[in-house]
């Protein structure tokens, strides 16, 4: 893919190629029809990436691909499931690197439940399913209440959590998550929540 997207300004007009093996960005450009450099990006960062694509927005998608292969350096646990990932930039368009990511953030708020019943890293899921409205760190986004404010619109008690979890609430675009995470994630998810809300200061 030649991107020709905004966001990244360093990087409109370089071939980008999503790399299984090498498990990164592939970041070519050229000159006088000949290749003149090559870098690779988020190298090692999210395990295979198996598909890459340019987004309205500017941004760059990534699927990845952690399963199958037997030469992956992804861990078994995190082998368990795969991801879908926007890479936005940071300030001035800066090429992306595993800090620039909203899928991942490795400074964890809270001595949260580390993992659930299948492996999968409390942290990861909330990341993945929760960030995009709730922030990185739980702390709102937008029009969406932070979640470590103390301040809670449907009950913060676990059980109201675990609900809301479960049942969403349509009229406000969150889905349902019943029937697509485990009993064990949405627990851990609630977990998650609160340990996080009592680091912040805002929990009992």
């Known amino acids: 893919m030649f991107y020709s997207g905004k966001a990244f300004p360093s990087l409109k007009g370089h071939l980008l190629v999503a790399c299984m093996r090498g498990e990164a960005i592939l970041d070519v450009t050229f000159r006088d029809n000949k290749i003149a450099s090559y870098n690779f990006l988020l190298k090692n960062a999210f395990g295979r990436i198996r598909a890459l694509a340019e987004g309205p927005d500017g941004y760059l998608y990534i699927s990845t691909s952690q399963v199958d292969p037997p030469e992956s350096n992804m861990t078994p646990t995190e082998k368990g499931y795969d991801l879908v990932l926007r890479i936005k930039p940071a300030k001035g368009g800066t090429p992306p690197?595993?800090?620039?990511?909203?899928?991942?953030?490795?400074s964890a708020v809270a001595a949260a439940p580390a993992s659930t019943a299948k492996g999968r890293s409390t942290r990861d899921l909330y990341i993945q399913l929760c960030a995009s409205c709730h922030g990185n760190n739980l702390e709102g986004r937008d029009k969406v209440a932070s979640l470590i404010d103390g301040k809670w619109i449907n009950g913060g008690s676990k059980g109201d959590i675990r609900k809301t979890i479960m049942q969403g609430i349509v009229t406000k675009g969150m889905p349902a998550w019943q029937g697509v995470l485990t009993p064990a994630e949405i627990e851990g998810i609630a977990d998650y929540i609160l340990a996080s809300e009592k680091a912040a200061g805002a929990g009992g």
């Open 97 to 106: 690197t595993a800090a620039l990511t909203t899928a991942i953030n490795t």
